[in-house]
């Protein structure tokens, strides 16, 4: 068979052929070539020289060290893995609950099944305004405000999860179905009291669920925003690469970073999936009995 | 007589004006009567319960409801309860429209409210069931619960979508005592649409039948 009768039989191999060659023109004007990939395993073994094997002594030794002060008596408990792995829950445990308090009304607002056009509207763009920048560039911005430390990642953090939770939420409340919506409604109900006790209750193991997620995710990016001063473990990674070039602490800290993240998925995921809704099972929000009356029977 | 609690009057039912679902549509209902709507399947009865609770507007014509805000309950075809939520805060929330803003911002509603929800869920016989969540109900408790839920909201007129599709004999006739003695102890004007003709006609004080695009009485 020759190639024109291949081409005419299976005409998509030149497209996928011309994918391929506009890869290889994009990588050629981006200067990526086979002698910079050479040189970069060269490289991979000069470093994989210096981290292994990794220092565990992060774990075990007190760390010298830290942004904010640690006062156990414990040398582990100070070290630096589990003083930055801590400090970086603690900025996305607050930036969590925080983000979640303050993304909570604004969702509402944001939801077209709740609020007038002009509103949610108004704070759809809002929302989007937060979300433009990742969190590491807002923590850029509160290291420059706040200097560096937990106070400015937990303000990056903050400002980055009431974009990305508010979105997830109004996503959530907007799914809730109409009928609790129109029986509210036609009570004669303002649109603060048919969100607050129609649409909420609704959607509450929608939000929970979430919430949930955007502490694991706040978690992995704590690890991150470290890396430009803002507090947790990716400040202690920064210093190992960086500063001190400590590439064997610097593995050992990734290890320890990617066991914790492990972990906190599964826990995440488990908690969630107490809250997840089936065609069987629709299982009970877990908000707190806001009425005495009930809780007390 | 006492004064209509609805009138409609010359209305156009419907969301495209080219083409209503309802015309010429005419009716008067009075405190503690029930009327029973009539019809097949997808031909605008429950767009007209929709519009006499407020949330879309009439295309033409007058629908009014000379009674104040809050005193309009409307049971949806589903209900509208809130399904992962319990069987007292389902009926609670039908205080909402009595209770002082204080408490509805700080969700403790006052001890005449609770008093009145504890009373409404023993009439409907869910006493044992204040604390189970709606989703582990059956249909017939879910419609008792919705029942409740206007008992507490002392509601002039009600608004019932097909709340006794779907149940046995028994279940049905047990929600229809529950409906009547709303009207006739309660004095609530309800209008009710149901997809059993004969049904209808046993426990209506007049039944109404949606033909075409018309409303029409039938004769009993």
Redesign the interface.
Known sequence: MSIIQLLKKRPRILIYAGILLLALLIATRLGINLHNLQRAWENAGVLWAEMFPPDFSVITERAQWTQSECTWSADWACSPAVHGLTETAQIAFLATVGGMLLSLPLSMMAAHNLSPLWLSTLTRQFLAGLRVLPSLVWALIFVILFGPGPLAGVMAMTLYTIGYLGKLQYEALEGVSRHPLEAARAMGLPRWQVARYFALPEASNALLSQMLFMFEYNIRHGSIIGLVGAGGIGWYLSNYLGTFARYDRAFAMIIVIYIAVVIIDQISLALRHRFMDSEVHAPRARWREIIPFIARR | MPEPILRISAAEIGFEKQEPLLEEVELELRPGEIVGIIGRSGIGKTTLL?TI???IPALSGTVEAPVA??????????????????V??NV???A??RAPLWQ?II???GGEL?ES??EAIQAVGLSDK??D?I?QLSGGQQRRVAIA?SMV?Q?RLL?ADECLGELDAETAKEIIDLIQSLAAERNIGILIVDHNPVRARTFCDRVLQVRGTRLEEVER
Do not use: N
């Not at chain 2, 005193?71 to 399904?83: A, C, F, M, S, V």
């Open positions: 929709r609770a407020g949330l805000k809050g005193e309009i309950g409307y049971i949806p075809q589903r209900l509208g309860l809130i399904t992962h939520q319990s007292g805060y609670i929330m039908g909402l429209p509805t969700s403790m509603p609770r929800a504890r204040v604390l969540p989703s839920r909201q509601p608004l």
